[in-house]
C-alpha cells in the first residue's frame, strides 16, 4: 500500500504520492512513505470519519457462522518503517503472532539511499535479532532530489546491475539474506515511476525483473525470495507480458484494499468485486495455479476515506480475506497496519472496533505459522 493498489483511491493524497483511480486502493499512502522513508504523512480522514460518524461507522454484516480462521497462513503486519517494537505491540494489542515484517526501502535519496548500508541502517538495522522474517517492496527506480534515477529500459539492459548487486550485499550484511523482496510492486498502475504502460514497457519490466533476480541470487550468502506483485483492476496492458517467467518468480502476489469505486458501498457488492473483477482475487488463484506458483497477499486492509470509497469499519471484509487466505492456502498475507495520506487502515486504532473483534476471532494464535526457509 505505501505504493498502494487498484484504482480505487482517487484522493489528492495519494495522487501526490501515486496513484490513480484504477490503482489507488491504497497505494498513494504507500507511495507517500516509501518516497520519504518516513510514515509521517498526515491521515486524509475527515473530521466525520473521526467522530465515528459516515462511513467509519456504517454496519457491516460480518457472517462470522462460516469463519475459517487463517492462523495456518504465515502473517505479517507493517506498521511503519524500520520499527518491529511496533509489530510486537501489534500483535499484543491483536493476539496475533506475526512472524514477517513488512517494510519498504526508501526511494527518495537516490540509488545509494535504497542499496547502501551506511544509509539503510535506520531501516534495517532496527530488524536485527527481532525474528521477523523481512517482506521488502523494492523501487526499481528511486529518485534524488525529485528526479527519477533509472528507467526500466536501462534495467532491461542491465544498466542497474551494480546497484543491486550492492543492495543484496547489503541485506545479506545486515542479516536479512532471506528476506522476500517486492521488486517493482504494483507495476500496472500509474502511481510508480516503473509503471508498465504498454507491450514495450511490459517487456522492459519483464526483462529488468529478471536481471534483478539473477543478480542478487548471485551474491554469497543470498536466499531471496522474489513476489511478482501487481495491482487488481483494469491494466494498460495483458499482465502476462510483464510476467518475468516462473524460474525468477517464488510468489504471485496482490493487494486488496476495501474500497470500491464501480460499485455500490456495501460488504457483499464489495466483497464480490474484489473477487471477481479484472486482475482480482480469482485471477491471482487461476495464474498462480497456472504457474505453479504459491499465492500470497502482501498488503491488504481495512479503509476509511474522506472521499467515502471505503467501507469502514467491516467485519465481513476481515472475515472474507481469512476464509479467502486458508482456503487458497496462501504462502503469506501482511496487514497494512498504518494511517496514511490515503486514509486510515491502523484496525487498533479505536475506528475499527467490529473489525478487530472479527480480526482476533480469524487470525490470533498463540503459535504463529512461519514460512520455511526454501519455500
Known sequence: MLFTRRVRVASAARAATTRA??????MAAVCALVMTGAATAACATTAAHRAGTGTGDRAAPATTSTLVPATSVPFGVYVGPGDPGSVAKFARRTGTKPSLGSD??????????????????????????????????????????????????GGAAGVHDAQFRTLAETLVGYGEGDAILRPGWEFNASWYPWAVSDTTSAAH?????????TTMRSVPGA???????????????????????????????LDVYDQVWDVAQDPTDA???YLTEDNG????????????????????????????HGLGDDPAFVAHMSDWL???????????????????????????????TMFERAFATTRGATLPGNS
Open 21 to 26: 483511480p484504477a490503482a489507488t486502493r491504497s
Open 104 to 153: 519498504y526501502l526508501p526511494s527518495s535519496k537516490g540509488w545509494s539511499g535504497m542499496t547502501e548500508a551506511g544509509p539503510l541502517a535506520p531501516f534495517l538495522a532496527p530488524w536485527q535479532g527481532r525474528g521477523y522474517r523481512l517482506v521488502l517492496g523494492v523501487p526499481m527506480m528511486p529518485s534524488d532530489h525529485g528526479s527519477t534515477q533509472g528507467s526500466l529500459a
Open 205 to 213: 519490466y519483464a526483462a529488468y525483473f529478471r536481471r534483478i533476480v
Open 223 to 253: 536466499a531471496f525470495k522474489f513476489v511478482w506483485n501487481p495491482t487488481p483492476g483494469t491494466s494498460p496492458v495483458d499482465l502476462s507480458l510483464a510476467y518475468p517467467g516462473d524460474a525468477y518468480v517464488d510468489y504471485v502476489g
Open 271 to 273: 466483497w464480490n468485486s
Open 281 to 308: 482475487l480469482r485471477w491471482l488463484s487461476s495464474f498462480a495455479a497456472q504457474h505453479h506458483r504459491p499465492l500470497a497477499v502482501p498488503e491488504w486492509g481495512l479503509a476509511i476515506r474522506s472521499d467515502g
Open 326 to 356: 486458508a482456503t487458497h492456502h496462501a504462502a503469506f498475507s501482511s496487514y497494512f497496519d498504518l494511517n496514511a495520506p490515503d486514509g486510515e487502515h491502523d484496525i487498533t486504532d479505536g475506528h475499527f472496533r467490529r473489525s478487530l
